[in-house]
């Protein structure tokens, strides 16, 4: 038998051992390794390039840091913004033959949209076409909001052509506003 001079519980038997690594399964072990910590250190050096460069791009999944299209890109800030009715009162302004139709077009023009009030403003070359697109206000109003969403445009304001510019003679005093402003 053999002394136990540390003073403790005999040592269990001892069980065969499973055979130590030999050389090339540790040279394989090691090589992993540093191929591993290299590869660690050059995705962040890659990571670092590409952030000085403008940004990481991202890999083959979509992410959002991926490019998108101008469409897309437009409709979300939109979106975002609350752009909503104004950009769809300003396709009615590009589609404006469409709507009223061309005869109707060739002589009203819309002006500008009044957002809190929803009152699209129209200028109109003559006073015939003015009465006529009054006439017609009603009719216009359905159809812009049936193609924008209910209550987009309240009142159509039509305003006729505008008056001549005001000439300076020689017998017109500086600052005067016209033959109004000696009315007091």
Same mark, same amino acid.
């Given at each position: 038998?053999?002394? $136990?001079?540390? +003073? ?7 069980? /065969?051992?499973?055979?130590?690594p030999s050389g090339v399964d540790l040279a394989r072990v090691a090589l992993r390794a540093a191929k591993d910590a290299a590869r660690a250190r050059g995705d962040a *050096? &890659? &990571? ?11 890999? *083959? ?9 101008? +469409?897309? *890109?437009? $409709? ?28 109707? *077009?060739?002589?009203?023009? /819309? ?20 009465? $006529? @697109?009054?006439? @017609? ?7 812009? $909001?049936?193609?924008?969403?209910? =209550?987009?445009?309240? @009142?159509?304001?039509? &305003? +006729?052509?505008?008056? /001549?510019?005001?000439?300076?003679? /020689? @017998? ?7 033959? =109004?402003?000696?009315?007091?």
């Amino acid at each position: 038998m053999t002394e $136990n001079t540390s +003073g403790g519980a005999p040592e269990p038997p001892k069980s /065969p051992r499973s055979p130590e690594p030999s050389g090339v399964d540790l040279a394989r072990v090691a090589l992993r390794a540093a191929k591993d910590a290299a590869r660690a250190r050059g995705d962040a *050096a &890659q &990571q670092k390039k590409q952030a000085r460069r403008g940004g990481l791009r991202s890999g *083959a999944r979509a992410d959002g840091r991926d490019p998108m299209a101008l +469409g897309s *890109a437009i $409709n979300r800030l939109i979106t975002e913004r609350g752009w909503e009715a104004p950009a769809a009162v300003g396709g009615v302004m590009g589609r404006w033959p469409q709507i009223v139709g061309e005869d109707v *077009a060739k002589h009203c023009v /819309p002006e500008r949209y009044d957002e809190d009030e929803r009152v699209l403003t129209v200028r109109c070359d003559s006073t015939a076409w003015a009465t $006529n @697109l009054r006439l @017609l206000a009603p009719t216009l109003v359905a159809r812009l $909001n049936e193609d924008l969403g209910h =209550g987009t445009v309240k @009142l159509i304001k039509v &305003q +006729g052509p505008g008056g /001549p510019a005001r000439r300076y003679g /020689p @017998l017109r005093a500086p600052g005067s506003t016209g033959p =109004g402003d000696t009315y007091g």
